[in-house]
């Protein structure tokens, strides 16, 4: 993104929204490291799963610490980075409605994912405005 003489575009985001950014993206590269290395049985209410199943979340969880990592990447130039910025963000809220067609299929989870909702579907929607607000003209 550039702009011009009468709408410049900031090269850099305010400290205040950086450091949410980077907070929200040390979540998914910390639970994301301890979901591939402790596997499904460490979750909270976590029960013994097939093969398959441990399989599979021990690969989604590699997904998940890339975009932790991705959205740190994306800050180190955010102009010129701002759409990845957004495409993390947008695919937070996107796993938060997912979580409710979980709930919505089969019942409430653990209360620590209930709460991972509730950033997901309200923290996360206000970072992805105030990166806009921040970066477009």
């Keep these: 993104m550039t702009g011009t003489a009468t709408s410049p575009v900031r090269s850099t985001v305010s400290k ?21 290395f402790a596997g499904p049985a460490h979750l909270p ?7 398959t ?3 599979e979340f021990r690969f989604a969880n590699l997904y998940w610490f890339a ?6 990447w994306s800050l180190r130039r955010p102009v010129e980075r701002a759409l990845a910025t ?12 997912t979580r409710l067609l979980s709930i919505l299929l089969t019942d409430w989870p653990h209360p ?20 806009h607000k921040a970066i477009t003209p």
């Design 112 to 131: 620590a994912y209930v709460g991972a909702l509730a950033v997901e579907l309200t923290v996360v929607p206000a970072l992805l405005w105030w990166h």
């Design 86 to 97: 957004r495409a993390v963000l947008a695919l937070g809220i996107v796993g938060g409605l």
């Design 67 to 72: 975009a932790g990592l991705l959205l740190l």
């Design 16 to 36: 205040p929204l950086r450091a949410s950014l980077i907070a929200i993206a040390v979540v998914p590269l910390v639970t994301g490291l301890f979901g591939i």
């Design 45 to 51: 209410g976590g029960a013994p799963v097939t093969p």
């Design 53 to 55: 199943v441990d399989s």
